[in-house]
């Protein structure tokens, strides 16, 4: 009987502050993109915290109400290093998080995940496991929702504008071989919102969509 312990991951959550995340949410009013923001954090953190190939949630942020709400929930917080690159940001943050839990690799994992489903993000890091980088692409089919690797050196983020293509050239491995739905299903619009509704989104974004009657 094999007694080798399962690849476990730090899973790094990179947190907009909510005065000027998710610009293309503003049709819904400015209260209902700051709480939507909010709760599509607290959805995806949560439904990550869950999963047994997940060490630890490590979320990057300046804004310091969701920091204190995200802690609450069990993550640990570290304050953005580099605001304006979201990629730099990563890297830094993959470097703290290998200092606080060597044992552990490292994924990136984009916030706004609201139907985020523990399953599937433990079967995709479970696949991701097996290969030195692997990601998981968007509904769109051309961005990226996470990327997972087996060392610092492997952890190339290009997340932002073809970013799937370009982790494609960086020799990653595109997780496309399970279903996981509501993973590839980010939120940018209150198009997307209502796909992720119909998905089934987590306990807060619920409320909030509720709340607002969206």
Known sequence: MSHERPVRFCVIVPVKAAAYAKSRLSPLGDLARRELVAAFAADTVTAALRSPRVGAVLVVTDDHVLASGLRDLGAHVVPDGAADDLNASLAQAAAEGHRRWPELRTAALCADLPAL???QLTAALEVASRHAAAFVSDTAGD????????????????????????????????????????????????ADLADAVALGVGRRTTTVTRSLRL
């Open 117 to 119: 489903d523990t399953h």
């Open 143 to 190: 961005g990226t929702t996470m990327l997972a690797a087996a060392s610092r050196r492997d952890f190339l983020p290009r997340f932002g504008p073809q970013s799937r293509d370009a982790h494609l050239a960086d020799g990653a491995h595109e997780i496309d071989e399970i279903d996981v739905p509501t993973l590839h299903r980010d939120v940018d619009t209150p």
